[in-house]
Structures are given as C-alpha cells and as structure tokens.
C-alpha cells in the first residue's frame, strides 16, 4: 500500500525513562490510515485498534484502519503514555545483616584455636571472609565483634519502561509501631541500630521474623552478661576468679581444662 509518512513517537515518564519508535504510516486502498507498532505496546494498545486479520510483521503488530491521519496519531500516543505508566509493586521482606569480625583456627575436629601455631590448627581459608577476612594486613579494630540485625520491611518497586525504582518502610503486618504481639511487631521493636547499604534481604515470613527476633534477644543477653561480669575491674576480677567467663557460650574445647 502507498507509503504516507514516517512519524516518530517518543514519550517519557517522572522516572526519566525515555522510549522512542519510529512508523511508517501508510494507506490502504479505501483511504484509511494505518501502520505497525512494536510489539512492546501490544498491552497498552485498545483491541479494537488491532487488525488481527492482516498479515504483520515480525516484531510488530497491525492497526486497524481509521479515517484520518490524526486520529491514527493520537491512539498510538495514548497507547504510548500508558505504556509508559508506572507498575508499582509491594511485598513484605526482611532486611538482615549477620556480620561478624573474628580470626581463629579450626582442627579436623572443629575444635577453635586462636591461630595455626597450634598442631593440627589450619586456617581458614574459603571461609575466613564470613568472618571479616581478617588477617595481619586487615585487623579487626577494637577487638572481635558480632553483629546481628533485622527488620520487617514493605519492599515498594516502582518500574517504569526499562528503570524502577525501589523503596522501603516498616512493615507492622497490619499492627503498629507501638505494638509487639504479631512477629513482625516483635522483630521491629527493636530499635537503635541501623542496617547497611548492601543488607541482605529474604521474602517475608512469620517463622523467619521470629527467628531474627530470637537471635536479637540472644545477642542482648550476651551482651548483657559479658557486661555485667566485666563492666568494673572488681568485677572482671571476681570473674576470673571464678572462673566463669567460659560457661558463657560453650563449645569444642581448643585445650583440656
């Protein structure tokens, strides 16, 4: 059919996404206005615009014919604009950071030295960078640490054409920030620490808010009990006295008591 005009469309959104396609418009014999479209805006495009019956091409999809050329162009604009239209997505997860800042040496056993001077002690070798990658050239600052830390979060993706966008708040599972009876309360009533940029982040679930609940009033009590039993110097030294120091977490003996 007769070749009418080239026309490009290009539309863009508040997320700065910019797309752009170039048609041919053409003319059937009965004088209306038709083209093809790429198929990316087959979604967005009214079905009665569509012809189906006439052959397309691959990659693109036929309109139907219409009385004039301006009618054509705004159908394919408003078809462009909705395309373009955000998709906006929520879901609940949890954001978490486990880290921890140790260096020790482990035998067949699993037993834990302090370093491989003692037989049978190897480094860790695949596994030391769970630990902080700590060596002679990267010490651990201020002695070893553990960090745990999680909330309950409503993950927001805004997607736009080809970019998205994504955001978080806390997620109370239709409780409060007040509140501590549902497990999300609970995991989120913690407070007074900040995750980092790169924390890691698993879907939502009763059992795992519990669990990062857990292991938060684990780290408290630890916490709690190494301070109170070395918070003075009169205090570190009635510990050591007694020795108590290593009922606080036991495990794999490195020497024999």
């Known amino acids: 059919m007769p070749k009418f005009k080239d026309v490009e469309f290009v539309a863009k959104n508040d ?11 053409e003319i059937s014999a009965t004088g209306a206005f038709y083209t093809y479209i790429p198929d990316k805006l087959r979604a967005s495009f009214p079905e009665n615009h569509i ?16 009385a004039t ?30 880290e921890s800042h140790v260096s020790f040496a482990v035998d067949e056993e699993g037993r ?23 060596d002679s050239g990267n010490r651990s600052e201020g002695g070893y640490s553990l960090a745990v830390g999680a ?13 998205s966008h994504v955001s978080y708040k806390y997620y109370y599972k239709d409780g409060h920030h007040l509140g501590h009876d549902n497990p999300a309360e609970k995991l989120n009533s913690w407070c007074s620490f900040s995750l980092p940029d790169d924390a890691k982040e698993m879907p939502y679930s009763d059992e795992a808010a519990l669990f990062f609940h857990g292991l938060m009033m684990a780290m408290a009590e630890l916490n709690r009990r ?6 003075t110097p009169d205090r570190l030294a009635l510990t ?15 020497e024999k008591e």
């Open 151 to 163: 909330h309950a979060m409503l993950k927001k993706t805004t997607t736009y054409g080809d970019k």
């Open 226 to 231: 190494i301070q109170e039993f070395t918070k």
């Open 240 to 254: 050591i006295a007694k020795h108590k120091a290593v009922l606080m977490l036991p495990g794999p003996q490195s």
């Open 69 to 98: 050329f301006d009618e054509l162009v705004k159908t394919i604009e408003t078809a462009h604009k909705d395309f373009m239209k955000p998709t906006v997505t929520e879901e609940p997860v949890i954001l978490y950071n486990i």
């Open 51 to 66: 012809a189906c019956g006439r052959r397309g091409r691959q990659g693109f999809f036929s309109t139907v014919g219409v």
């Open 15 to 25: 997320a700065g996404a910019v797309d752009k396609f170039k048609v041919s418009v």
């Open 112 to 134: 834990i030295f302090p370093n491989a001077s003692y037989p049978g002690a190897e480094w860790l070798h695949d596994e030391r960078k769970e630990y902080g990658g700590h």
